[in-house]
């Protein structure tokens, strides 16, 4: 009789850990394995688990402009060049750890949900480009050649380099942090009852607020709200409704956070408070800090149903800064990259420069706070905005002030001029 051998159906335990070492040794292959965990994260966060509010619609642009970029990555690694392929490990290996990052952040905090939970994937992805990148140019260093010509060689690699990290790495970083984090979910210490509303933007987001009711028929929108409470008690304490305003991305609103669009979470703050019986639709004012501030100079610019607004703290919107001379070519196509990246990741364009808009809310009254040297140019910017501006309009230089705190500063004059021109332009001949 004959006997038939029938090879084992299982691999040996050798098999298989010589195929994982196959696998460790084979470089293109770690690099896709890299590239696919920070792509899974990018899938999970536009498409599969996107933030409350929003659709895998609403981020077509932000999940498949940076997965199309991995994959032609890992399509194309194998045919470059060691210097070439170790560049790119290494650079989309520091941008997947930062994609990472806002995951992570949110993990530590304990406020994670959703896509965070893959956020350490990316990170783990990252770590592995980033390691294959020097691994690469040592194996294929090469010998051939003077050893000046081998030595200038090496220190033009170790050059490009901090370069890459400079105009590349750092404003792409910088952008997905920027559009990815915010304040968690905090409530406000107002020391007077209020209610918990909510704020219904015209692109059906649902925004967490607080308000405080009107006694002398007129309400101040307070943006952003939770983290400004000493200045909603100052207008509480003179008789102002106050809706302090949490932005669409950030605590308990929905939405992404998308700064360059909260002029649609102002607006709809505007809509609501025309809505109560207690504050006369001619008698709402908007009152903003830093970014919040420059939004607020943006929606008063479209709409007149904020009749008075107060920005404080407003500088350069991300991307945009004055340069000339040698710090146009340094810092310029940091700029440029940085505002491609920020339109990327935001799925929004950015707004129009302030400078440009702000002439428009005229003659409704326009007051502009500052510190010096403040944060975000605002100390360039501000005599600008004022000189663009028409009238009536005001402008304050806190003396002593740190970034968006004046009241801190010159608590007693502060609360005295907020108060005197929200009187004037709300309260006037009521």
Known sequence: METIAHAPTDRPPQAFAARVAGLVRNETALVRIGLGAVALHIVDDNFLQPEPGTSAGDHLVSGLVPIAVFAVAAAAYPRLRAGIRAATAMTLGAVGIVFGAPGAYYLLDGNASGDH??????????????????????????????????????????????????????????????THTGPTASTPDLGVPY?????????????????????????VIVFPGPARAKE????????????????RGQGSSEGDNVRWAGDRDLLGGVAYLQSRSDV??????????????????????????????????????????DTSGVKRLLVGPVLTVM???????????????????????????VFLIYAEPGMGGENARQPKYYAAAGEPKAIWKVPGAKHTGGIDARPAEYEQRVIAFFDRALLQGA
């Open 280 to 321: 006369d639709p001619s008698r709402i004012g908007g009152f903003g800090f830093s970014v919040g501030g420059e939004i607020l100079l943006e929606a008063a610019a479209q709409s007149t149903g904020l009749k008075a607004v107060v920005s404080e703290g407003a500088g350069f919107r991300a991307g945009e800064a």
């Open 195 to 219: 209610e918990s509303v909510t704020v219904t933007t015209s692109d059906s987001l649902k925004l967490t607020a607080w308000y405080v009711p009107s006694m002398n028929r007129a309400a």
């Open 339 to 365: 505002t491609a990246a920020t339109t990327v990741f935001s799925n929004h364009r950015p707004p129009r420069p302030i400078v440009d808009r702000i002439g428009r809310i005229a003659p409704r009254s």
């Open 117 to 178: 939970y893959t956020g350490p994937l990316a990170i783990l992805g990252g770590a592995v480009l980033l390691v294959i990148g020097p691994v690469t140019l040592w194996k294929a260093r090469s010998s051939e050649g003077s050893r000046r010509r081998r030595y200038l060689r090496r220190s033009l690699m170790l050059a490009a380099v901090p370069a890459v990290a400079y105009f590349l790495v750092f404003p792409i970083g910088f952008s997905y942090v920027y």
């Open 232 to 247: 909603a008690r100052m207008l509480i304490r003179d008789g102002y409704g106050v809706l302090l305003l949490e932005p």
